[in-house]
T-cell receptor
């Protein structure tokens, strides 16, 4: 398996522009997570999905952020309009549900480094 | 609210030394704890996952222990190598009904040849 795939790897945009980040989870994983990492706040969960349905979006910072998962193999995180304080590395992760020794282990993608000028 | 702390924030050791990284959490009602490695500019690589009913997990030169009652976990690295240099993060999953991981801010490890 190729692991969790994210695109683009780097994104530089100007304030006010729309930004769309993309994620393909590991095949067979029914949970998908979006995280944001900054020096100040570390890794924070933004939202997670189970079977394509958003379960907890309490970490989404503002209405400017939205996430969708139209099918089991694709998710997007959109920021509209973007602001300089949104600059961070955004990670997508996936896992299986259920119980057992290795269930719930989260596997991370390489991240998208977003810079908003 | 669960809080996860990792001390020290940075650690430098000579090659070959055994070392211990520490992780503490405020709410002992956890479901599992996961240790990750993050290389500069890269994503997170899962190293070990310990379920709340377990006391330790081993993988190669790595051994992670969990003391849920005291809110602590340690990651032991034997015979450290320069390739072990990275930031190590621990994360806890609180409760079977939630899939949210709460992360510490990590310990940046440098192994000097």
């Amino acid at each position: 398996d190729a692991g969790v795939i994210q695109s683009p790897r780097h994104e530089v945009t100007e304030m006010g522009q729309e930004v769309t980040l993309r994620c393909k989870p590991i095949s067979g994983h029914d949970y998908l997570f979006w995280y944001r990492q900054t020096m100040m706040r570390g890794l924070e969960l933004l939202i997670y999905f189970n079977n394509n349905v958003p379960i907890d979006d309490s970490g989404m910072p503002e209405d400017r952020f939205s996430a969708k998962m139209p099918n089991a193999s694709f998710s997007t995180l959109k920021i509209q309009p973007s602001e300089p304080r949104d600059s961070a590395v955004y990670f997508c992760a996936s896992s299986t549900g259920g119980f057992g020794n290795s269930y719930n282990e989260q596997f991370f993608g390489p991240g998208t480094r977003l810079t908003v000028l | 609210k669960q809080e996860v702390t990792q001390i020290p924030a940075a650690l430098s050791v000579p090659e070959g030394e055994n070392l211990v990284l520490n992780c503490s959490f405020t709410d002992s009602a956890i479901y599992n704890l996961q240790w990750f490695r993050q290389d500069p500019g890269k994503g997170l690589t899962s190293l070990l996952l310990i379920q709340s009913s377990q006391r330790e997990q081993t993988s190669g030169r790595l051994n992670a222990s969990l003391d849920k009652s005291s809110g602590r976990s340690t990651l032991y690295i034997a015979a450290s190598q320069p390739g072990d240099s990275a930031t190590y993060l621990c994360a806890v999953k609180s409760g079977a009904g939630s899939y949210q991981l709460t992360f510490g801010k990590g310990t940046k490890l440098s192994v000097i040849p």
